[in-house]
């Protein structure tokens, strides 16, 4: 008996999909984020729905599943929906276009343009799910080699190796986007991709233009979501931008991740989470919150192609580092730099608290001349740290503690080392230079 062909049966499957009728769902109810379908059993989890309103169509993506229905979050404005609306499955989730022709551009958080450039479908692009699998463990090379970032405080003091993933955490207005400019114009990386979420949508053409620049965004990829966007597109910008980060990372490239920031992440998250009926837990986040940030997270790092080097701004409620997304966000990550709003206010910047700030993986990046140098300056900024307020008022003895009378006796040199303009990029190696000329001035 003659068999058929292999290629037979995906054929007729492909066939028989085509030829079925198209099964649509309707609109239920819609309150708030909560929009639920009818109609609709084959719905899964991550899927787009497509629903048809008066003013056009909406996307929507599913969220839960309740017994003969799916609750769904919308991506857009939902003015115009009404009970009873047809829904149509797009047959998937999310879907994006990446490629080395995404250099130089600007996308919302589905991975569309919004730059005005050419459309994305005449590029020569891959169309893949958001979704990814994360390296194994094993298979991850070890952190060896340094990542300069233009910046004295940060290269010298909390160095970053390629791979590495680091949270700056700081409250609001103390400089964390400036910082991130900084890095964006100053790293040697290969390639940046910079995730705007949930901020001001006056920042982003600022940050672009003036920040970034056209040399910067020549080797970008901006994938923004402002803070009056969905709270699905808000989530969907940071899944997006991490995959395209992995193609890079996967075509053998060094990759710097920057997202600015994670907290707005897991606010779009709580607002998901709420939504679909989680209870609320952690000042008001729901579980989910906490199982998306490993989740998030970890798909950064080294990978037996390339690294992607991720830089997350955290923003902490009312200064305090151990707020829960601070909190779980120090914990994933393998370091975190800490910007003190004291230094702000003081003019200091980029406003650095060096000895909160830690790097876990600058021993493999750096030499033993180096760490030696580090660790003094480290121990000069603690001793000076004890003393100041003794210092201030005129109680303090000379040769009461060496480390506080070298700081004082070299602060004016540890201050110029510290400070840097936004337009003052510092290679590496000048760095490490210029600290080994204070710690011997």
């Known amino acids: 008996m003659s068999t058929a062909p292999c290629f037979v049966s995906p054929l007729r499957d492909r066939a028989l999909e085509a030829a079925a009728p198209l099964r649509l769902g309707t609109v239920a109810e819609l309150v708030g984020l909560h929009l639920e379908v009818r109609g609709l059993p084959g719905a899964a989890v991550g899927d787009l729905l497509e629903v048809g309103t008066t003013s056009g169509p909406l996307l929507a993506e599913v969220a839960a599943l309740r017994s003969g229905s799916a609750v769904c979050l919308p991506l857009g404005t939902t ?15 999310l879907r994006i276009r990446i490629g080395e022709d ?37 298979s991850r090379p070890r952190i060896t080699e340094p990542l300069g970032t233009g910046v004295r405080s ?29 890095i964006a114009r100053g790293t040697d990386a290969a390639v940046n991709v910079i995730a705007l979420v949930g901020e001001r949508g006056r920042e982003v053409r600022e940050f672009i233009d003036g920040d970034l620049g056209p040399e910067g965004l020549a080797r970008s990829v901006v994938v923004v979501a402002t803070s009056d966007a969905p709270a699905v597109e808000r989530l969907r910008a940071a899944f997006t931008a991490t995959r395209i980060a992995e193609w890079f990372r996967d075509s053998g490239r060094d990759v710097v991740l920057m997202m600015d920031s994670l907290t707005r992440v897991a606010m779009a998250q709580r607002e998901i989470g709420l939504s679909a009926g989680e209870p609320p837990a952690t000042r008001g986040y729901p579980p989910s919150v906490f199982g998306l940030l490993p989740r998030l997270l970890e798909r950064a790092g080294t990978s037996a192609t390339g690294s992607i ?32 709003r004291d230094l702000a206010t003081a003019g200091h910047f980029p406003a650095i608290d060096v000895l909160e700030s830690i790097s876990r993986v600058h021993r493999a990046v750096t030499t033993p001349e180096q760490q030696q140098h580090a660790t003094r300056l480290r121990r000069m900024l603690a001793a000076h740290r004890s003393v100041r307020e003794l210092v201030e008022i005129g109680a303090y003895v000379a040769g009461a503690d ?21 337009d003052d990029i510092t290679a590496r190696t000048d760095a490490w230079h210029q600290l080994s000329q204070v710690i011997a001035s």
């Open 79 to 93: 003015t115009g929906v009404r009970a009873g609306d047809l829904v149509r499955s797009t047959g998937g989730p």
């Open 102 to 138: 995404l250099l130089g551009r600007v996308l919302d958080g589905l991975g569309r343009p919004v730059d005005g450039g050419l459309p994305l479908d005449v590029l020569d692009l891959t169309s893949v799910s958001t979704e990814h699998d994360t390296p194994d463990a094993l």
């Open 154 to 182: 940060l290269d010298a003091l909390v160095p970053l190796g390629r791979g590495q993933r680091i949270g700056i955490m700081a409250g609001s207005g103390v400089g964390k986007s400036s910082l991130l400019s900084m």
């Open 309 to 340: 080097t991720g830089i997350y701004t955290v923003l902490v409620e009312g200064d305090d580092l151990q707020d829960p997304i601070g909190d779980t966000a120090r914990s994933i990550l393998d370091g975190h730099v800490v910007l003190s």
């Open 402 to 422: 060496a480390d506080a009378d070298a700081a004082l006796a070299r602060l004016p040199q540890i201050e110029e080392f510290l400070r840097q303009s936004m």
